[in-house]
């Protein structure tokens, strides 16, 4: 089935550092959406992408639709210790009727 | 402040049990997904629904699952018989369509000894 490779695992940063994340798919998505997850709860929702090329911010977060359609970009400026968790990208394929995550970036910062 | 509801949060049984874990979608979302979160897996999706009607549940194992939607407002995932293997995180997230943005619940942990 489709899979998402989602890159890095894992970062370990200093505060205040920007993080930049990524995942690529073999396949064409119509949708990319980002999503953090804080221990212990579900996924939440941070930014939502529907054509490809797009830039779309959420405060100290972007993300960009890559406009071959196969990649998506998050980036964060300026971390802060709430910034702490796991972000899952996921891709939306109209025919294929689902979302597809990726394997999640776990984003641990130093004090 | 609309938001997926969960219940039980936390759930300890014994291995051979029935295990029903409920779930509140945002009113006026159409579409109600069922997902399972380990460590070596990830997020699997085990199945969704559409207007109550179930879409796809290959992801589940039929022999012991069951996912149902009696009305618009509460869904639900059996376990029965439960087994150690089952042991994970249980989202319900919902939305307006299968491959778009999806909501998600705050999971049920389920610990089967």
């Known amino acids: 089935g489709q899979q998402l490779n989602q890159s890095p695992q894992s970062m370990f940063i200093q505060e205040g550092e920007d993080v930049s994340m990524n995942c690529t798919s073999s396949?064409?998505?119509?949708?990319w959406l980002w999503y953090k997850q804080d221990p212990g709860e579900g996924p939440v929702l941070l930014i939502a992408?529907?054509?490809?090329?797009e830039l779309t911010s959420n405060g100290r977060l972007t993300a960009q639709f890559g406009i071959t359609r196969k990649d998506s970009f998050l980036n964060i400026s300026a971390s802060i210790p709430s910034d702490v968790g796991i972000y899952f990208c996921?891709?939306?394929?109209?025919?294929?009727?689902?979302?597809?995550f990726g394997q999640g970036t776990r984003l641990t910062i130093n004090p | 402040d609309a938001r997926v509801t969960q219940t039980p949060r936390h759930k300890v049984t014994e291995m051979g049990q029935e295990v029903t874990m409920r779930c509140q979608p945002i009113?006026?979302?159409?579409?109600v997904f069922w997902y399972r979160q380990t460590m070596m897996q990830g997020l699997e999706l085990l199945a969704y629904?559409?207007?109550?009607?179930?879409?796809?549940d290959s992801g589940m194992p039929k022999d012991r699952f069951s996912a149902e939607m009696p009305d618009a407002t509460l869904a639900t995932l059996k376990i029965q018989p439960s087994e150690p293997r089952d042991s994970a995180v249980y989202f319900c997230?919902?939305?307006?369509?299968?491959?778009?943005?999806?909501?998600f619940g705050p999971g049920t942990r389920l610990t089967v000894l």
């Open positions: 396949s064409i998505f119509n949708t």
């Open positions: 997230a919902s939305g307006l369509d299968a491959y778009s943005m999806q909501y």
């Open positions: 009113l006026g979302h159409n579409t």
């Open positions: 992408l529907y054509k490809a090329g």
């Open positions: 996921a891709g939306g394929e109209q025919g294929a009727q689902k979302l597809v």
């Open positions: 629904f559409r207007n109550r009607a179930p879409l796809d």
